[in-house]
């Protein structure tokens, strides 16, 4: 079986990739992935010489680049991770946001129509539901919550859905959907709380918590994810959403001091910033579709998840550091200078 892993050098493409030449050694992978700001080769390193690996770097918009791909692969399953995904960006400039996550998707989906596949695997967001009031904790994102969009981000990511939605029904393309909520774990850019937070920790410098932090996230562990999209394109029904996350509610603020204790670190560092605009204030998430079509839960309970990303961004440095110390700069100064 041949599978292409769209964005596959991000964090949760990268980890997925190994999750499947792990557990399907008879599963050839495909990455293509353009190597933006947030994809990175040293990230793939440890597969590269891998026999039932492949990498090429192009954009998914770019047709010829996608449809010479798929002549040449004739892939069985295709995986789209590859996506703009950071809400902050997306408010400061939508434009490649509208373009990667929607026309992209578009592309490889044209591509799936024209070669066959027999799965196209889109992998969604559960901020295309919009949030939840911090009032209402017996409220949760279910598969048929309306999509109600908030940040250029999630309404990019909503697009991206419909389409796949309609070119099923259309042309019967073999599309599943997976919604998660936020993930954590190795290889995450240091945009994205926790590994800004403890990266910024590491570096003694002070943690940006936007507003009074009272934000709440339902956090899961990047390799859980990883098995529900291999649960999903093996035994998923076609034209199906799936939901994935659940039970692992935190409000930033409390990870953000859980960060400090673990690493020894002042919570003086934590400073309190201006308020991202439109900030979602909770997402949650009921997992019974997946748990029970499926059989999956989540394993990892985040305190143990916590500490294992922690200790993966103390041992790796090098990984991070190398990030930080270049165009990353100028994008810091930029979010967080004036804040
Ligand atoms: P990431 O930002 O870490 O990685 C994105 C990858 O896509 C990078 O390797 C980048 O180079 C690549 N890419 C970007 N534009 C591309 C293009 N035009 N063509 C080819 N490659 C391109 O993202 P992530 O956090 O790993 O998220 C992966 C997917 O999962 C996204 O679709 C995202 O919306 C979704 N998702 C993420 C989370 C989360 O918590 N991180 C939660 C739910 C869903
Ligand atoms: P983020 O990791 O950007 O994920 P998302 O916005 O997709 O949920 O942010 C998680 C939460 O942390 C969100 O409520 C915004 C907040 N946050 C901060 O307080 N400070 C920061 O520096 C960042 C990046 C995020």
Known sequence: ??????????????????????KHPDCRVVCLDKLTYAGSLSTLRSVMDNPNFRFVRADICDREAVFGLFEEEHPDIVV?????????????????????????????MD??????????????TDEVYGDLPLDRPDLFFTESTPIRASSPYS???????LLAMAYHRTFGLPVTISRCSNNYGPYQFPEKLIPLMIANCLNDKPLPVYG?????????????????IDLIIHNGRVG???????????????????????????????THVGDRKGHDMRYAIDPAKIHGELGWLP????????????????????WWQEIIS?????????MYGNR
């Open 1 to 22: 079986m041949t599978m292409i892993v769209t964005g596959g050098a991000g964090f949760i493409g990268s980890n997925f990739i190994f999750h499947m030449l792990d």
């Open 80 to 108: 789209n991770f590859a996506a703009e995904t950071h809400v902050d960006r997306s408010i400061d400039d939508p434009a490649i946001f509208l373009k990667t996550n929607i026309l992209g998707t578009q592309t490889l």
């Open 111 to 124: 591509a799936c129509r024209k070669y066959g596949i027999a799965r196209f695997h889109q992998v969604g």
């Open 155 to 161: 309404a990019s990511k909503a697009s991206a859905d």
């Open 212 to 228: 009074e932090g009272i934000n709440v996230r339902d956090w899961l562990y990047v390799e859980d994810h990883c098995r529900a």
């Open 240 to 270: 199906e959403v799936y939901n994935v996350g659940g039970h692992n509610e935190m409000r930033n603020i409390d990870i953000v001091k859980l960060i400090c204790k673990e690493l020894g670190k002042p919570e003086s560092l934590i």
């Open 299 to 318: 394993e990892t309970k985040f305190a143990d998840g916590i500490k294992k990303t922690i200790q993966w961004y103390v041992n790796n440095r090098g």
């Open 326 to 334: 270049g165009e990353y700069q100028n994008y810091y100064e930029k």
